[in-house]
C-alpha cells in the first residue's frame, strides 16, 4: 500500500493548509483561478478549498489544463525524492562516517531542516538510519559465515565495544550467537484449524513471537524456520509447553466470539520504530478501529504515516497485535498481511460483539 492510497480529500487538503513538505511527491493541487498546479508545501497564498483540485502525479495535472508553479517549481526534483536520494546514500555508505551536514548538503537543506525531514519522511534520524543499514550489513556477513572481527570491520564498526553497544541491540542477541543463527533459542509451536483458516502459534522463553495464517501446516513450518533460522524449533506438546495449547484454544475461542481477546505475553522482535506501533496496536479496543494516520498520530510522528503503515505490515503476531483495525483515511480496510478476506471478517465479529456487550 502506498501514501497516496492512504489520502483522502480530506487529508490531501489538509497538508496543503499545514503546507506539509512530507507529502510532496504523493500528490499536487491545481488552483482553477490561476490554471497554475503545485505542491502541497507550496509558499503561496492558498487558494479557496472550492477553487482546489487534487491530482497523483504532475501528468494528470498537465493533461487538465493546469501549468507548473514558478514558485515551487512541481515538475522538478521535490523534497521526497531528494530525501530518497540521501537514505539511497545512506545505505551505499552505511560503513562511512556521513556528518548530518554532509548528508543535508545532498539533499540541499539546512542541517536542522534535513533532519526533520528526514525524521517525518523515513520515521527515524539520519544516524538511527544508518545505524539500522550498518546493522543489516553486519547480519549479511555474518549469515555468509564471516568472523564477528571481519563483520563488524565491513559495516563499519570501529572497535569491539561498539560492535556489542549497537548490534547487539539491533540483533536482538549476541553477535556470536546471531552467527550461529540464533542457535540455542528454543522456540515452541502448534498449528490449529480455527474458523478463519490454518493458524500457527510460536513461542520462545519470553512469549508468543509469531501467530501466523498460512496454507498448510509445512507452509507454516519452513516459514518459522526462514524466521528463526537455526533455532531450536519443538513441535508443542504438554511435557515442553503445555500453555501454548491453552493459549491456542484461548485464541480460537475469541475469534469465534465467545471470549474476549486472551492477554497473553508477546515476545515482540523490531526496530525501535516497529515496536513503538505495535505496543500502541495493542491499546486499540476491540470493535474500534482508527486511521492510518491517527496511527502516526499516536505514536507522537504525525508525519510518520507512510513508516507507520509499513509497521503493520511487518507485524507477525496476528490478531494480539491487532494490525487489523488500522483502516485507511477514507474508510476502506487498506491492506492486510494476512488477506482483506479476514481484517473484514475480523472487524465486522469484533463489532457485533462489542454491540452485544453494550
Not at 503493520?312 to 491487532?322: E, G
Request: charged share 20%.
Amino acid at each position: 500500500m502506498t501514501a497516496r492510497e492512504l489520502l483522502d480529500e480530506a487529508g490531501m487538503l489538509a497538508a496543503v493548509m499545514a503546507r506539509d513538505t512530507t507529502m510532496d511527491g504523493l500528490f499536487v493541487y491545481g488552483v482553477l483561478t490561476t490554471g497554475i498546479y503545485c505542491h502541497p508545501s507550496c509558499p503561496s497564498r492558498s487558494a479557496q478549498p472550492d477553487n482546489m483540485r487534487f491530482f497523483g502525479n504532475t501528468a494528470d495535472a498537465k493533461a487538465a489544463g493546469f501549468r507548473p508553479c514558478k514558485r515551487c517549481k512541481p515538475d522538478q526534483a521535490c523534497l521526497r525524492s531528494r530525501l530518497q536520494n540521501v537514505a539511497r546514500l545512506i545505505r551505499d555508505q552505511a560503513s562511512t562516517p556521513l556528518t548530518l551536514k554532509s548528508l543535508s548538503t545532498h539533499a540541499d537543506l539546512s542541517p536542522s531542516r534535513f533532519q526533520k525531514a528526514f525524521k517525518a519522511e523515513f520515521g527515524v534520524s539520519p544516524r538511527a538510519f544508518q545505524q539500522a543499514c550498518r546493522t543489516h550489513s553486519f547480519k549479511v556477513a555474518l549469515r555468509e559465515g564471516e568472523s564477528v572481527t571481519e563483520a563488524s570491520h565491513e559495516a563499519g564498526y570501529g572497535s569491539a565495544s561498539r560492535v556489542h553497544l549497537h548490534a547487539t541491540r539491533g540483533l536482538g542477541m549476541s553477535p556470536s550467537t546471531f552467527r550461529a543463527g540464533g542457535r540455542g533459542e528454543r522456540i515452541h509451536f502448534a498449528c490449529r484449524q480455527t474458523s478463519l483458516g490454518l493458524i500457527m502459534m510460536a513461542a520462545s522463553s519470553r512469549g508468543l513471537c509469531l501467530v501466523e495464517f498460512g496454507e498448510s501446516d509445512e507452509a507454516l513450518r519452513l516459514h518459522l524456520q526462514r524466521t528463526f533460522p537455526r533455532a531450536e524449533l519443538l513441535p508443542s506438546c504438554a511435557q515442553d509447553r503445555p500453555e501454548l495449547d491453552e493459549w491456542m484454544l484461548a485464541l480460537e475461542s475469541h475469534m469465534n466470539g465467545h471470549a474476549p481477546a486472551p492477554d497473553l505475553p508477546l515476545d515482540l522482535r523490531g526496530t525501535a520504530f516497529q515496536m513503538t506501533v505495535w505496543n500502541f496496536l495493542t491499546t486499540i479496543p476491540s470493535g474500534e478501529s482508527i486511521s492510518y494516520t491517527e496511527l502516526a498520530s499516536g505514536i507522537g510522528k504525525p508525519r510518520a504515516v507512510r513508516a507507520a503503515a509499513s509497521a503493520c505490515a511487518a507485524n507477525r503476531i496476528a490478531l494480539l497485535v491487532p494490525c487489523h483495525r488500522v483502516l485507511r483515511g477514507d474508510g476502506q480496510l487498506g491492506g492486510y498481511r494476512w488477506g482483506l478476506a479476514r481484517k473484514k471478517s475480523l472487524l465486522q465479529r469484533e463489532q457485533e460483539n462489542a454491540l452485544l456487550l453494550k
